[in-house]
């Protein structure tokens, strides 16, 4: 089953960081670009960073950028989001996807005092 599972969402208060993680099964994970997406309730999907197919490239949202960084470990076929100065802005459920592959469940970042 292809498969992608966030974990390591939280409530850290502003200025705060965390670590999100996304374990990927059923593909071969690194031969395929990889997206993080955050959603708050009632509004659409926001791209937050991306990672090319071997680890060499990677983007960001002008939102975030200098505050996240997007790696991959493919021995552990897991992606990860560094996240660190945090803002209450920041608060949305963040996903994993593989486009056109596959999304992950999401997991919750809430970022209050």
């Known amino acids: 089953e292809v498969q992608l599972v966030e974990s390591g969402g939280g409530l850290v208060r502003p200025g705060g960081s965390l670590r999100l993680s996304c374990e990927a099964s059923?593909?071969?994970?690194?031969?395929?670009?990889l997206i993080w997406v955050r959603q708050v309730p009632g509004k659409g999907p926001e791209w937050v960073s991306r990672?090319?197919?071997?680890?060499?490239?990677?983007y960001y949202a002008d939102s975030v950028k200098g505050r996240f960084t997007i790696s991959t470990d493919n021995a552990k076929n897991t992606a990860y989001l560094n996240m660190r100065n945090l803002k209450p802005e920041d608060t949305a459920v963040y996903y994993c996807?593989?486009?056109?592959?596959?999304r992950g469940q999401g997991t919750q970042v809430t970022v209050s005092s």
């Open positions: 059923g593909f071969t994970f690194g031969a395929y670009d």
């Open positions: 990672i090319a197919s071997g680890g060499d490239s990677t």
């Open positions: 996807d593989v486009p056109r592959l596959v």
